[in-house]
């Protein structure tokens, strides 16, 4: 198939891949809050969030979405269906506005739509080398970067659980990216295990490792849509912790190597700003957007009635018995 074909394959099934993640999020996110808040990582909310129907919808959208995702890198190239699939984030933004009954803010989709095109663009220029193709981890080389990213796990839960401060979302939001990284990082590890063989996986424990990184990460996603009001500013922090921490893993932990030449530090750096910044235009106007509802709300309790019933003596007051 020539690359043209493929391309008409890959690119479509990249762009319903991102729509039916960000589905998947806004309907998740929905259905969080039409459950009991649980503990973090309590796996007592996936058994509550069971029995909603809108987030069964999101457990098909996820299954939906993986399977294009799929079907996009077996046509396409890396570097054209990765920043494809980041546009999730916008995706997320407006079925989340749909299901609100409210219009997708022009600002929140101009911040998913940077925070794509930035990670889009640093993923392009961060794209490592080839590294290991068997499998194998460098266990004591990878060490520091284990220890670091489970550093940042922790102090997130920590600090979620031990705080009621709206970056709380936030926090939750980035221990979530950095698990679903770690897990993409070790799945390259898995794919490289099964050229050797299909048991070749079960001698090693990365898979084992993987199935309870996985299910974890996962919980806190369903525990990150649940703390917070808005679904976009915790999809963008997901979306774009995730890749970087694979990009991490591929070097750290896989002997992947980066271009480190000046032009492109300097690109990378541009594009991590970007990403930044747009996050921050996510989460100040979603701050504003929720602090706008509130006062709205407030209002309208507040308010009194237009029409009052007239009272049963007022026509006494007029030298007058009411009828």
Excluded at 26 to 54: C, D, F, G, N, Y
């Amino acid at each position: 198939m020539d690359t043209g074909t493929a391309l008409v394959i890959a690119v479509p099934a990249a762009v319903l891949g991102a729509a039916g993640f960000g589905l998947a999020s806004a309907a998740q996110q929905r259905a969080t809050h039409e459950v009991a808040v649980t503990p973090t990582l309590s796996p007592r909310l996936i058994v509550e969030l069971l029995a909603r129907p809108m987030w069964l919808l999101g457990l098909v959208a996820t299954i939906v979405a993986l399977f294009f995702q799929i079907v996009a890198l077996a046509f396409g190239p890396l570097a054209v269906v990765q920043p494809l699939l980041v546009t999730g984030v916008a995706f997320a933004a407006v079925f989340a506005a749909l299901m609100s009954g409210h219009r997708p803010d022009p600002l929140i989709l101009l911040g998913a739509l940077l925070c794509a095109a930035g990670l889009s663009t640093f993923l392009l220029l961060a794209r490592p080398t080839a590294g290991s193709t068997d499998g194998d981890i460098d266990l004591w080389g990878g060490l520091p970067l284990a220890i670091a990213l489970a550093v940042v796990v922790v102090g997130c839960i920590f600090y979620a659980a031990s705080v009621e401060h709206p970056s709380r979302v936030l926090a939750l939001a980035l221990a979530t990216g950095v698990l679903y990284g770690v897990t993409a990082g070790l799945m390259k590890v898995i794919t490289g295990q099964l050229r050797l063989g299909l048991d070749e996986p079960f001698r090693h424990p990365v898979l084992y490792i993987v199935c309870i990184i996985g299910p974890i990460g996962f919980l806190l996603s369903q525990n990150t849509f649940q703390a917070g009001q808005l679904v976009a500013p915790a999809v963008a922090v997901i979306t774009s912790v995730d890749p970087v921490v694979g990009v991490l893993i591929g070097v750290g932990w896989l002997g992947e190597e980066l271009d480190t030449s000046p032009a492109q530090l300097a690109g990378e750096c541009l594009a991590a700003l970007v990403v930044i910044g747009s996050i921050a235009l996510i989460v100040a106007r979603g701050h504003r957007i929720l602090r706008h509802r509130a006062a709205i709300a407030d209002s309208a309790a507040n308010q009194l009635p237009t029409y009052l019933p007239p009272r049963r003596d007022a026509g006494v007051q007029h030298g007058r018995i009411s009828g």
